[in-house]
């Protein structure tokens, strides 16, 4: 496992801001409201997970913003992590959202003609938030932009972490003091 950075969010938002930046595009950044100090993660995969979600996001969506919020719930032995992304883009139908999934499917022909992409991302993205335990999910309607949702299932620090003692197969994220700064709120 590689190492998880605190930073983890914005530093992946930071990837895309370019990008939505030469489209007029606000890309916000909104910060997980307190949180637990330590996370066992991988850090490779919660990265490709964002840079799939944002960046489908910034591709569809022509003017507005794309805003990504994070919040983490403990629950018994473990943490949800929960990112969401919304864009004001093009938006999706019933149908679109149904086949949006499956490996090399895209909302229709014409999104794939318009703005390109295999479509692999969603499917990857999927699969590795359910082998963090979680899911991914899409609420969106045609003309309104869309809001992604995945929520991943790490373990909870055990007291040997807390205590700044990582088990040798466990990499973690460490928070600051202050929540802005672990994922902070920023407008690019």
């Known amino acids: 496992m590689s190492q998880l950075h605190p930073e983890l969010v914005s530093a992946t ?6 990008a939505a930046r030469a489209k007029g595009l606000r890309l916000v950044v909104e910060p997980a409201p307190g949180g637990p100090d330590l996370l066992p993660g991988d850090a490779v995969r919660v990265r490709q997970i964002l840079l799939n979600l944002l960046g489908n996001a910034v591709k569809v969506t022509e003017a507005g913003e794309v805003r990504i919020a994070a919040a983490t719930r403990a ?12 864009d004001t883009g093009i938006g999706m139908t019933e149908t679109a959202m149904a086949r949006l999934f499956r490996p090399f499917a895209q909302a229709d022909s014409s999104t794939t003609r318009r703005y390109g992409g ?21 609420e969106s309607a045609p003309g309104l932009g869309s809001r ?11 007291e040997a972490i807390a205590a700044g003692k990582p088990a040798p197969t466990t990499t973690m994220a460490r928070s600051f003091p202050d929540p802005a700064c672990w994922w902070p709120r920023t407008t690019r």
């Open 13 to 18: 938002a930071d990837t895309l801001a370019v």
């Open 118 to 138: 295999s479509g692999l991302g969603l499917s990857i993205t999927r699969r590795l938030a359910e082998l963090m335990g979680g899911s991914v999910t899409v």
């Open 148 to 158: 992604f949702t995945a929520t991943l299932r790490l373990p909870a620090a055990t």
């Open 75 to 86: 629950e018994a032995e473990q943490v949800a992590v929960t990112l969401t992304v919304t």
